[in-house]
């Protein structure tokens, strides 16, 4: 064994090194290896340019001309860009017999409503899961995780006779109320809140604080990240949903289902598609880079510790 000296509350001392703690310290070392940090760097970018790749096309193929759009073999990088297919879009939806303005308030209260419900009913949810001992509390939640096996195909048709047995089909709630009883919400912020410790409740319940400003002053700041994160993934599922099974009057559909219609129309819109395709992928993205910080705190975190 070699001599090693270590800190201490009264100075460095001198102490044998054990068999683990060298073997240990040479693991570390090689571990970090100038080498091997430039393999990982080097697979790292290429991973990362093989999942950029179609951002990229997506963006080039916005700003293609038509000969460039129709060229075979279709090439990644523009060589003239133009902006005639989002100028092209925008005249088309300005002729429609709905103005586009209605397309825009419809989208916004969609999903406004939706987000804002979703997230609000699944914290109110979770809270007594995770923070109340009741019976049934085990079952309740396995019939939350049992529902996330099941895929929006199978879901569909019961959904569509829930819908109309409440008259509620041909509206905007169509869309907004079942987007509130989605369980990842749940399941999350249950996980979520079983991390914030049961003394920070008690302390508070024990100062005077009810359920619900417990619930709200000392909850939902502190899953913060969760709610966040919750909405993002809603935003997404819900920008995508155009509505098509529930709203059949024009005067309500998003505006998804009216770019899709207009991308639908030939090969002489195969550039406003691409337009279309740039504008629906852009907003997600811009929605997620704004709250990227949040998601990746309720990745990576391993929740308050008592």
């Not at 914290?123 to 396995?142: D, E, I, R, V």
């Amino acid at each position: 064994m070699r001599l090693i000296k270590v800190k201490s509350s009264d100075g460095p001392i001198v102490v044998k090194e054990t068999f683990f703690q060298r073997h240990f310290r040479k693991e570390k070392k090689l571990n970090r290896s100038r080498a091997g940090n430039t393999l990982l760097f080097v697979f790292m970018a290429l991973c990362g340019v093989f999942m950029a790749m179609p951002l990229v096309m997506m963006v080039n193929n916005a700003i293609k001309p038509l000969d460039e759009i129709f060229q075979f073999p279709p090439r990644i990088f523009v060589r003239n860009p133009t902006f005639e297919n989002f100028t092209d879009l925008f005249v088309s939806m300005s002729e429609t017999w709905v103005p586009f303005s209605r397309y825009v308030f419809n989208t916004v209260f969609i999903m406004g409503f939706s987000v804002t419900g979703h997230v609000l009913i699944a914290s109110m949810a979770a809270y007594p899961l995770a923070k109340h001992k009741f019976p049934g509390k085990k079952l309740l939640f396995t019939l939350v995780i049992l529902s996330l096996m099941f895929t929006w195909q199978v879901t569909q048709v019961p959904n569509y006779v829930i819908v109309s047995y409440l008259g509620i089909n041909n509206t905007y709630w169509a869309l907004i109320i079942p987007a509130w009883g989605y369980g990842l919400g749940l399941y999350l912020m249950k996980q979520f809140m079983e991390q914030i410790p049961d003394s920070l409740v008690e302390s508070a319940r024990i100062d005077g604080a009810g359920e619900v400003r417990t619930f709200w002053t000392i909850i939902m700041p502190n899953v913060k990240p969760a709610w966040l994160t919750l909405a993002i993934f809603q935003f997404q599922t819900m920008w995508a949903n155009t509505g098509y099974t529930f709203i059949r009057s024009e005067e309500l559909k998003p505006l998804q289902a009216a770019m899709n219609q207009i991308a639908a129309g030939g090969a002489q819109r195969t550039g406003q598609a691409m337009a279309v395709i740039f504008i629906l992928a852009a907003i997600p993205i811009t929605f997620f880079l704004i709250c990227q910080s949040s998601i990746l705190e309720t990745m990576t975190t391993s929740g308050m510790k008592e």
